[in-house]
């Protein structure tokens, strides 16, 4: 028994560090901080169905902390994907965020585990409904507009098994 979740936590382990590791020469690429808002974070593309999404990925706490702030526009198909190191009740707040966004809590194979509305320039906590690496962020009301709900599940390299 001992050996067998030895072996599952190798796994896990393996399968963390293979995202990272995709999504690193990414980050590399952006240079360094800015003060404005990030429009130049390496992008990945996913799709939620038919639809195609343009996501910059905020991988390090510097690009997750400045997120979609200062933002006074973005095109409709584009979205910001935060990635985190270890799943967990990831919370989001709006301060200094000029865009109305919707959040999408996503779990490690891309099944959405619950949404949020966040209102612009707000402190009020939007959480994951249970502990999660991904949050793609998206002007408010697209999934709603698409039919998109919990439970759908999107798709694009971060989400394949391959990459976790």
Known sequence: MAGTMRKQRSLVVHA?????????????????????????????????????????????????????????????????????EEPATQCFWMKNTLLPLTAAFVADDGTIVNLADMKPQTLDSHCSGKPVRFVLEMHQGWFAKKGIKAGFRLTGKPFQAGAR
């Open 16 to 84: 963390r560090t293979a995202v990272l590791a995709a999504l690193l020469p990414l980050v590399f690429a952006t240079g360094h901080a800015q003060e404005g808002p990030q429009t130049n974070l390496p992008r990945v593309p996913l799709a939620a169905g038919m639809y195609q999404i343009d996501a910059q990925v905020a991988l390090t706490p510097a690009q997750r902390q400045i997120g979609l702030m200062n933002r006074p526009e973005m095109p409709p198909q584009e979205g910001m994907l935060f990635v985190f």
